[in-house]
């Protein structure tokens, strides 16, 4: 505890997720105060086929 | 505002969920008064191997 | 299936959460060729203090 | 109802995955009274690069 | 890892959600092949006006 | 997009809650490259009731 799950389009690097999950993970420990070991990561990663804002999908556009 | 997230089996077209995302967007607007543009679908599909009722996967079937 | 979440802020009337579900699972019925038997509905409300866009959360704005 | 979802990391086998969803429905009917037809169960996996604890990937252990 | 979510509609017993969560923890190691002591689980509740089955909550019937 | 739920105890402040939401926001911003105004921030808050690791309640530890 704390879950974190981070969704966003595909596309990211390793580089960019391993960052993400790196400064996320600090700062949700730091205004938390739980330890770090004890936060949890999840990323889901999305297609443009399969997200849609306003009604029109992000490969529709 | 309002997130709406759909979870089916995989296998509709690209046709039935360009039409899913507007019709639901559309019924998401208009009985909750959020204006179409705050509206964010998610589309997850999955396997059939990863799908149970009754303890059953639909795979097994 | 299909299984739709719909997560909100908190503070629709009954009447338009009843609502939401009737027009949400036609269209998704109708745009999948799911019966509408097979429409599953979960709301999903949230308080101001537990959202937030670009940062700021609602409750703070 | 209920309704469970199982995330965890790609590479159980068919077999595996076969007797996970038998018998945490039977563990749910057993102990929440609700008939094994009303349980579903999701799976979902994820990839080593998605997860991490403590700001660390499993993919980059 | 894994992580597990049953979500149903509140009403439970206390009792019930404890042996749930050891019933379901079991059958999850057991299958899995995960120690117990890696197995997390999350229980949601939701109240009947929001949940619908075909259109109808549950609320409505 | 990104879209990011942070699962917690509940108990934090709305101090902290409002510190995390900036911080992480942050994060998410400068390791995707994703501007600000696209970071959405979901927290949800859980019992001690309904939440276990290895099988026990953290309200019956």
Known sequence: ??????????????????ALVEKVT???SETTGASKEKVTIFIEEMSKKNYAVAGVRESDK
């Open 26 to 28: 600090a700062a949700v």
């Open 1 to 18: 505890m704390p879950y974190v799950t981070v969704k966003m389009l595909e596309g990211r690097t390793d580089e960019q997720k391993k």
